[in-house]
T-cell receptor
Framework: DTGVSQDPRHKITKRGQNVTFRCDPI?????LYWYRQTLGQGPEFLTY????????KSRLLSDRFSAERPKGSFSTLEIQRTEQGDSAMYLC?????????????FGPGTRLTVL | GNSVTQMEGPVTLSEEAFLTINCTYT??????LFWYVQYPGEGLQLLLK?????DKGSNKGFEATYRKETTSFHLEKGSVQVSDSAVYFC????????????FGSGTQLTVLP
């Protein structure tokens, strides 16, 4: 078990470009979450998958954002037509989803800078 | 909706000092409560947790007690070390289907030798 991994760790792009991030959860975890963290703030929930099904999306997830988890394993988060306000750390977390606690394990994040 | 309010930082302490970071929450029902820590250059790590009223979570000398009557989950440590310097986040998870985390804004702790 190597933990949750994310790729890339850093991404610099120009406004208007599309970007895609990848998250590989802990292998046996069926739940996967995306969060966004801006400087000086705590992470904010974006979306949640159980296996391959996207079951919940935050109002923060505008139409320019799309997330997939095609085979219930890795997930991708795509941002189209990036804006400077999209600059943030994008965090992925996974959990086993059993019992009452649902402990989430976080990846190192992808830091996006939109110029 | 759910929300978490944390004591504002930054907090600077000398080594071996007593630490308290206040955390209060607003939630419907009875959420699970967490403290996460983010060391410089690293990802979020779960520090401790509590799932019901009066539960005490503890780890690495840190403690927090789930207080339903005051809707609080304050983090304490009796004697901090330089290696405890990090950002600490209080969070809650409700009992809904997604169980996503709602975080506070974080408290930066610096411990001086």
């Amino acid at each position: 078990d190597t933990g949750v991994s994310q790729d890339p760790r850093h991404k610099i792009t120009k406004r208007g470009q599309n970007v895609t991030f990848r998250c590989d959860p802990i292998s046996e975890h069926n739940r996967l979450y995306w969060y966004r963290q801006t400087l000086g703030q705590g992470p904010e929930f974006l979306t949640y998958f159980q296996n391959e099904a996207q079951l919940e999306k935050s109002r923060l997830l505008s139409d320019r954002f799309s997330a997939e988890r095609p085979k219930g394993s890795f997930s991708t988060l795509e941002i189209q037509r990036t804006e400077q306000g999209d600059s943030a750390m994008y965090l992925c977390a996974s959990s086993l989803g059993q019992g009452g606690l649902n402990e989430q394990f976080f990846g190192p994040g992808t830091r996006l800078t939109v110029l | 909706g759910n929300s978490v309010t944390q004591m504002e930082g930054p907090v600077t302490l000398s080594e071996e000092a007593f630490l308290t970071i206040n955390c209060t929450y607003t939630a419907t029902g009875y959420p699970s409560l967490f403290w996460y820590v983010q060391y410089p250059g690293e990802g979020l790590q779960l520090l401790l947790k509590a799932t019901k009223a009066d539960d005490k979570g503890s780890n690495k000398g840190f403690e927090a007690t789930y207080r339903k009557e005051t809707t609080s989950f304050h983090l304490e440590k009796g004697s901090v070390q330089v290696s405890d310097s990090a950002v600490y986040f209080c969070a809650l998870s409700d009992k809904g289907s997604a169980r996503q985390l709602t975080f506070g804004s974080g408290t930066q702790l610096t411990v001086l030798p």
